[in-house]
C-alpha cells in the first residue's frame, strides 16, 4: 500500500465548476501537506502549503487538511480552461525535507 | 527573483553510459533536493543535500549519487545506465532545514535512455 494514494483521474469538468481533488495517507506522522499543480512539460508548480489540520484559502483555491481521518482536499472555485494541470498532494514529516507524493490527477476545464 | 534552474532540459543516453545533471537553487536557498518522476511510480525522492552534505537518502541503488558545493548548486550522477532510468530529474530547493520550509521546483532534466 502506498503511503500517499491520489485518484489520477482523468477529471474533466466544465468551466466555472467548483472542482474537489482529495488523498488520502496512512502515516498519521505527516506533518506537512502540499498542493503542486504541474502543467505538461513543466515542473511542480507550489499552491498551497499547510501545517497540520485546517483550512488555508488563497484565491480561488481552499486547502483542507483532516488529520483525524488522514484525509486532505484542495477546492477550486469558478474554475479555468488554465487550470487545466495535473495536480499533486504531497506531505512531509516533522523537520524532513523529503516528501512524499500522490500519483497526481490530471484536470481537464472544458471552455 | 529567478527559480531553480535545471540543466540540460533534456538529455538522450546509452546503456551503460554516466550522466550528470546540474541544479541552481533559487538565490539564497541552501537546501537542495532531488526527485525521479516516472509515468508507473510518480515522484521518487532521491536525496537532499545541506551545506555540502547528504541530509537525507531515498531507496535507489549506488549507482544514484550525488553532491552539493559550497554556493549551493547540486550535481546528481547516474553511473551505468539501465533503461528503468528514463525519467524526469527533478530538483527542488527550501531556503534551508528548518521545519516548515516549502520546496520549490526547477522543470527538470528528461533523460531519456536507448
Known amino acids: 500500500q502506498k503511503e500517499v494514494e491520489q485518484d489520477p483521474g482523468p477529471l474533466s469538468v466544465p468551466e466555472g465548476a467548483i472542482v474537489s481533488l482529495n488523498c488520502t495517507y496512512s502515516n498519521s506522522a505527516f506533518q506537512y501537506f502540499m498542493w503542486y499543480r504541474q502543467y505538461s512539460r513543466k515542473g511542480p508548480e507550489l499552491l498551497m502549503y499547510t501545517y497540520s489540520s485546517g483550512n488555508k484559502e488563497d484565491g480561488r483555491f481552499t486547502a483542507q487538511v483532516d488529520k483525524s481521518s488522514k484525509y486532505i482536499s484542495l477546492f477550486i472555485r469558478d474554475s479555468q480552461p488554465s487550470d487545466s494541470a495535473t495536480y499533486l498532494c504531497?506531505?512531509?514529516?516533522?523537520?524532513?525535507?523529503?516528501?512524499?507524493f500522490g500519483q497526481g490527477t490530471r484536470l481537464t476545464i472544458n471552455p | 527573483k529567478a527559480g531553480v534552474t535545471q540543466t540540460p532540459r533534456y538529455l538522450i543516453k546509452t546503456r551503460g553510459q554516466q550522466v550528470t545533471l546540474s541544479c541552481s537553487p533559487i538565490s539564497g536557498h541552501r537546501s537542495v533536493s532531488w526527485y525521479q518522476q516516472t509515468p508507473g511510480q510518480g515522484l521518487q525522492f532521491l536525496f537532499e543535500?545541506?551545506?555540502?552534505?547528504?541530509?537525507n537518502k531515498g531507496n535507489f541503488p549506488g549507482r544514484f549519487s550525488g553532491r552539493q558545493f559550497s554556493n549551493s548548486r547540486s550535481e546528481m550522477n547516474v553511473s551505468t545506465l539501465e533503461l528503468g532510468d528514463s525519467a524526469l530529474y527533478l530538483c527542488?530547493?527550501?531556503?534551508?532545514?528548518?521545519?516548515?520550509?516549502?520546496?520549490?521546483f526547477g522543470d527538470g532534466t528528461r533523460l531519456s535512455i536507448l
Open positions: 527542488a530547493s527550501s531556503l534551508d532545514r528548518a521545519t516548515g520550509q516549502p520546496q520549490h
Open positions: 543535500y545541506f551545506s555540502e552534505t547528504q541530509r
Open positions: 504531497a506531505m512531509s514529516y516533522q523537520g524532513a525535507q523529503k516528501l512524499v
